[in-house]
């Protein structure tokens, strides 16, 4: 699979970037290793056959195998944000004043506030895939009792080391957010592969150090990947409904903050003359002060069209009608655009930096956006 994500970067990069863009098929393959590994976790602990007992490797291969079972469960629900975009529910409110995303979820949360995940999880590729098992084959019959010879024998099979490495090395070396999304895939992946491997060993009574089954972790790859090939369809064909009194009202809502923005003038002129490429939500965008509304930009809410439903929120982050944030996009003089994921909570509009501001026919799927062509810039 690293081979596979490695050459489609180089030869198709634009295929590569569409499906590791955030809620497509590369996002979901990564909710579904973790949620596999988990539940495959989970179900050989309390198996019957799993039950604790008299050998010490085994009784640590449960404890270790029950953490990570949780831990992966845990990621699961990060990776999707416990299912906020799929529902479009409104996150309490601690998570849109701390989250720079206004996502429900912890990781970004931290994020915020220094937390650096490339870090973090090339730490964890290379302390516990990589160093662990090294350290374990070297010294696990010197220390079998205490602390030590408890976290020695937790450590992954060291057949898994290699691609542990690769993939931290991916993490610290990432350019870009869709290589973050593709080492997030890998890393979902080599925890499913080292857990089932825990999994099936703890039932059959052996050591969870011997080789990886690469054919149980092939087929369990394919079934991730196939799952998140197809979660978005079905999401669209029994969860995503489209309400054209919601569509108008966000059309509405892009057109009052367009006016307000003009009117106002209200982007730091700073980020015009430097002629970056932004594309960022607009409530971080004040948060920031790259961007300034009159009243707090409570004007867009008081269209006619404007549901008053948790109105005040929506007011206060810039929430569209199915409570994700809305967005704007801009590079020097050039039109601005203004927009909203749709119905559909996703972004269907794959816009790299290479595509600066999108034209109208540009736009994709159920995506909602406006351009402010009028905008005086002093």
């Known amino acids: ?21 955030e809620d497509n098929i590369g ?6 290793a973790f949620m596999l590994a988990g539940l495959i976790g989970l179900r050989s602990v309390f198996s019957k056959k799993s039950a604790p007992g008299a050998n010490r490797l085994l009784n640590t291969n449960w404890v270790a195998l029950l953490g990570l079972s949780v831990l992966c469960l845990f990621a699961a629900g990060e990776e999707i944000s416990w299912a906020q975009r799929v529902f479009g529910f409104q996150p309490p409110e601690v998570f849109q004043q701390q989250n720079f995303q206004q996502e429900l979820n912890v990781h970004n949360v931290l994020q915020a506030r220094g937390f650096a995940p490339w870090i973090f999880f090339t730490g964890i590729c290379l302390g516990y895939g990589l160093l662990l098992p090294i350290l374990a084959s070297l010294l696990r019959n010197r220390f079998k009792d205490g602390l030590l010879g408890w976290i020695l024998s937790a450590a992954p099979s060291i057949h898994l080391a290699p691609w542990f490495t690769l993939t931290g090395l991916v993490y610290w070396h990432t350019i870009s957010n869709m290589d973050l999304e593709a080492a997030e895939l890998m890393f979902g992946m080599l925890f499913l592969a080292d857990v089932s ?37 079905l999401l669209e064909r029994f969860v995503i409904k489209v309400d054209p009194n919601l569509v108008a009202q966000t059309l509405n809502e892009l057109q009052a903050i367009g006016r307000e923005l003009e009117e106002y003038q ?20 004040v948060r920031r002060d790259w961007l300034r509304f009159p009243d707090n930009g409570s004007g867009f809410l008081n269209s006619e069209s404007s549901d008053e439903s948790h109105s005040n929120l929506r007011r206060d982050y810039f929430l569209d009608p199915w409570n994700n944030a809305y967005w704007i996009r801009f590079q020097g003089t050039q039109p601005i655009y ?4 749709g119905p559909n909570r996703r972004l269907d509009t794959i816009m790299g930096d290479d595509m600066g501001v999108p034209n109208p026919d540009d736009v994709r799927g159920d995506d909602i956006g406006i351009w402010i062509t009028n905008m005086k810039f002093n």
């Open 1 to 21: 699979m690293s081979t596979g994500l490695f050459s489609l970067a180089i030869v198709d990069r634009q295929l590569f970037d569409t499906l590791m863009w």
């Open 197 to 233: 491997n825990r999994a099936a060993c703890l039932q059959q009574h052996e050591s969870h150090t011997k080789p990886v089954s690469s054919a149980k972790s092939l087929i369990l790859l394919i079934c991730a990947i196939a799952l998140g090939g197809l979660t978005n369809p």
């Open 338 to 341: 203004l927009y909203s994921f």
């Open 27 to 32: 996002e979901w393959s990564t909710f579904f």
């Open 266 to 285: 209200g982007i730091n002129p700073g980020i015009i003359e430097s002629g970056v490429l932004a594309d960022f939500r607009l409530y971080f965008g």
